[in-house]
């Protein structure tokens, strides 16, 4: 059984358009609305793998109803601590105009528009890691998977400290997290970490990073970033997945470096593609998988992703 914990969830507005005309009104009669956040996405393709997932997280407001039902029609366990914080909106745009051709498929235009969370209650966060330790204590979890910022009001502490407490239950622990929730999460050796290429630059390869941006893949870029991998493996005992979209995905354990190029695919809607990875990645590990295999899994389920207008499904 899978622990799978966001502190920021989402419900996920997406509308279709076939172009989008600005200073007007544009119209359509395709929308969706999603339980959504990273958490959510990694535990709902997880649980249509066929894996058990149970998704802890923090709600709040008139929404928290509304974000319940969501998540009980897809079939999803989730744990929740009030947090006397509204869940947010963001929203997804699909655009066909100036959508592009990749080989034979056309793979539209995933605009992202991102609300910023309220600040939670002052007692949330520890509510959340009482509820965090009683499921690892009457549970019999294997796993357990941070993805996403936290919401406003959370400490720097609290990512590190599940990290922690997993890893000395002997929990594998995978992180798709950044920034000083990664860095301090980093002493405690968890199993897997997977910030994207920029991300992991920025923190350990800074060089090839200017003006806020990775400027360019090149030769000496990626050479910088292939030494940097092994050395952050062997320091903190992690094995590292760096992913760049559509671009080749970098990997790297205390004994390898592989790259593994993302295969092309339809792509209507990319919102939860890396989410969808994590999940095939770790439902793979779950069943013995090697790294290399696991890695390919993740890749499948995020491409699969992509062919669906919902966010974090593979069917």
């Known amino acids: 059984m899978i622990l799978t914990v966001c502190l920021n969830p989402t419900l996920q507005k997406t509308l279709c358009f076939s172009k989008i005309v600005p200073g007007t009104v544009n119209r359509t009669g395709v929308h969706r609305l999603d339980a959504s956040g990273k958490g959510i996405n990694v535990t709902r393709v997880l649980t249509q793998l066929g894996k058990k997932a149970v998704h802890l997280t923090q709600l709040g407001g008139v929404m928290r109803p509304l974000f319940l039902s969501l998540c009980e029609q897809d079939g999803l366990s989730v744990e929740w601590v009030e947090s006397k914080s509204q ?23 995933t605009t992202e528009l991102v609300e910023e969370s309220e600040p939670v209650g002052a007692d949330t966060e520890q509510r959340l890691l009482e509820n965090f330790n009683s499921l690892l204590s009457k549970q019999d979890f294997s796993s357990l998977i941070i993805s996403g910022t936290k919401a406003a009001g959370f400490s720097d502490s609290i990512i590190p400290t599940m990290v922690r407490k997993a890893k000395e239950k002997k929990l594998k622990v995978i992180l798709d997290i950044k920034g000083q929730d990664l860095i301090k999460s980093l002493q405690y050796s968890p ?32 050479e910088q970033i292939k030494s940097a991998m092994p050395d952050v493996c062997k320091k903190y005992g992690s094995s590292i997945i760096l992913t760049n979209g559509s671009q080749k995905l970098r990997a790297a354990d205390r004994n390898n470096f592989l790259e593994m190029d993302i295969q092309p695919a339809k792509a209507i809607n990319t919102t939860g593609c890396g989410d969808a990875f994590t999940a095939g990645l770790a439902s793979a590990l779950e069943d013995g998988a090697g790294f290399s ?23």
Do not use: Q
């Not at 929203?91 to 539209?108: H, K, M, P, R, S």
């Not at 910030?195 to 990073?209: G, K, M, Q, R, W």
């Open 191 to 222: 199993d897997i970490i997977k910030p994207n290429l920029y991300e992991f630059a920025s923190t350990f390869a800074p060089e090839p990073v200017k003006d806020n941006d990775l400027t360019a893949v090149n030769a000496a870029a990626n």
């Open 87 to 109: 869940i947010r909106f963001c929203y997804t745009i699909l655009t066909e105009e100036d959508a592009v051709t990749n080989g034979n498929d056309t793979v539209f235009n």
């Open 293 to 315: 295999e696991a890695i390919a899994e993740g890749i499948r389920c995020g491409a699969l992703n992509a062919g669906f207008v919902k966010p974090g499904v593979i069917c």
